[in-house]
């Protein structure tokens, strides 16, 4: 109390939104790592497999890639905050472009997927030997110019506090158009689907198809289903993400320590989606749930599925006197279970 009677103690409300503060702030550091370790296992199992299209393997590369990016840049950004407090916190504009960079290009590698499992459909009969790097360089190099470019622009406008932060137009633009997509896209992938299933029953039926005709259309039948949640949970990224860019661009919430609450929230939340994604991505394709399995296994984290990993293990083990035996055992494995689910 000072000399005039009043406390000088913070009130309730202040001490509320402290402790909210610090909550959310660890709760956050804890998502980002775990989320970093699944984008990482993520990166090398992909890396690893054969099955998958190289073009769609260097999108879901490049999915992985930013997520990881996105979160050692808010890793980084939760242990300054934690060390030097939030009224002393200031980013660098590194961690800036980090963030930013992560965000824009995470939500438009979800368009560009679309897009190539409407090709894989269109052209099922030939799609499979198309294997030139034509289409990765056609959406990377525009898709990561726009996101460094965003980064760019909005790193030097931030201030330490989000409050005072600007967002570029870009950003804003790229928000309202994503989600739009976004929505045309889920409707996009229902159809394309049903489309692919009655095709594939009606080559089933006549008998007309080549082999690998019926293994590409199967292959994008699974893989579609693999990937539907990635659409709707990119969706979810969007429109999560609208509200805080639109209190960053129009500077709605004034109060440090309240936006500071908003703003951690809304990034736990992108974490978790983030994470979503990335299991999803695993667990719903069997081969990629098999060998993260397998590493969890070694790692004697599940001891209890030794006997069934150590079996896989020995099936997909199989030697053959070829160059290529390894990637000819492992698509005649995936082969088989697609035969065994769509026949």
């Known amino acids: 109390m000072n000399t005039n009677g009043t406390t000088t103690t913070p009130s309730p409300a202040e001490d509320w939104r402290d402790i909210c503060i610090k909550l959310v702030i660890w709760t956050n550091l804890a998502a980002f790592v775990a989320q970093l370790s699944l984008s990482a296992l993520n990166i090398v199992l992909l890396a690893r497999t054969s099955v998958l299209h190289p073009n769609l393997k260097m999108i879901l590369l ?3 890639a930013s997520f990881c990016i996105f979160a050692i840049g808010h890793i980084w950004q939760m242990c300054i905050m934690l060390a030097l407090g939030i009224e002393h916190w200031t980013d660098g504009i590194v961690i800036k472009i980090l963030l930013v960079f992560g965000v824009v290009y995470s939500n438009f590698i979800g368009h560009v997927m679309l897009v190539e499992r409407l090709i894989a459909t269109l052209m099922s009969k030939r799609y499979e030997n198309w294997k030139k790097p034509h289409f990765s360089l056609i959406w990377f190099i525009p898709i990561f110019s726009f996101s460094l470019f965003n980064a760019l622009q909005s790193a030097p406008n931030e201030t330490s506090s989000p409050v005072g932060g600007n967002v570029g137009i870009g950003i804003m633009v790229a928000a309202y158009i994503s989600i739009v997509l976004s929505v045309a896209e889920i409707f996009a992938c229902f159809y394309i689907d049903a489309q692919s299933r009655k095709r594939y029953a009606i080559w089933a039926k006549n008998g007309t198809h080549s082999l690998s005709e019926r293994y590409q259309l199967a292959q994008n039948i699974r893989t579609f289903r693999q990937l539907a949640p990635t659409f709707v949970l990119h969706l979810a990224n969007l429109i999560v ?7 960053l661009y ?6 440090t320590k309240l936006y500071m609450v908003v703003w951690l929230t809304y990034h736990l939340a992108l974490t978790v989606n983030n994470g979503l994604i990335e299991f999803t991505l695993i667990w719903r394709h069997p ?7 397998n590493f969890l296994t070694a790692l004697r984290l599940f001891k209890g599925n030794n006997q069934i990993c150590t079996a896989q293990n020995a099936n997909i083990g199989v030697q053959i006197g070829t160059k290529n035996g390894g990637e000819m055992i492992e698509m005649e494995k995936h082969f088989q279970m697609l035969q065994k689910e769509w026949a």
């Open 241 to 247: 993400a609208l509200p805080t860019t639109l209190l």
């Open 62 to 64: 490049s999915q992985s």
């Open 250 to 255: 129009y500077k709605l919430i004034l109060d």
């Open 287 to 293: 081969i990629l749930r098999n060998e993260t399995l």
